[in-house]
């Protein structure tokens, strides 16, 4: 379907010089006695690379079709550099680049953590992106003692997860314990349940 590029807004996805892009800003700059400059930041979906688009006012793009999907991690192959996931309901194996998930946010994947897939539907299904929940719960397998009253280090230490990620934490925290994690700023944020 034909869309008008002043009609883009961000999360839409269109084709560009064939490929699927997504956008992620978008501005408009008015020039006057002539028709607007529109700057777009898109994401493009072939090659993971952001960049900077331009057109005029009154283009047209090509809009792409495409829905998301809940869809399960099972694990990341280190050998291979992808990352097999497992639709829900038919439990069927699909195996995508590494490249799908930054290498920061790989450290907070768990076997049956539910991710999001962005799918397109031009010319079949296909993965285009996939998103890690904003928060995560995983269990501390690794933390040094804590002397009482030892705020001489800033008040926390660091802790080894269940996926082998390190993180610091507050002293309190021990072997054992479940905790929340902000996987956008890679932070704690809580604990959920002692161990």
Do not use: C, W
């Amino acid at each position: 379907m034909s869309l008008p590029v002043n009609d883009l807004h961000k999360d839409t996805i269109f084709k560009h010089s064939g490929q699927a892009h997504k956008v992620l800003e978008y501005k408009l700059k008015n020039i006057a006695r002539g028709k607007a400059d529109i700057k777009i930041k898109v994401l493009n979906l072939e090659n993971g690379a952001t960049v900077e688009v331009g057109f005029k006012s009154g283009q047209k793009v090509e809009e792409v079709a495409n829905h998301y999907e809940d869809i399960g991690f099972v694990y990341f192959d280190k050998r291979k550099d992808q990352i097999v996931l497992a639709d829900l309901e038919t439990k069927k194996r699909i195996v995508v680049s590494a490249d799908m998930i930054t290498e920061e946010k790989r450290h907070y994947l768990s076997e049956g953590l539910k991710l999001r897939a962005l799918i397109l539907e031009d010319g079949g299904e296909k993965i285009a992106a996939l998103e890690i929940p904003i928060t995560v719960e995983l269990e501390v397998v690794q933390a040094p003692p804590s002397d009482k009253g030892d705020t001489a280090s800033g008040g926390g230490k660091p802790v080894t997860l269940s996926t082998g990620a390190v993180l610091h934490v507050p002293l309190f925290i021990k072997n054992g314990d479940v905790i929340k994690i902000n996987t956008e700023r890679g932070e704690y944020m809580e604990r959920v349940s002692g161990g």
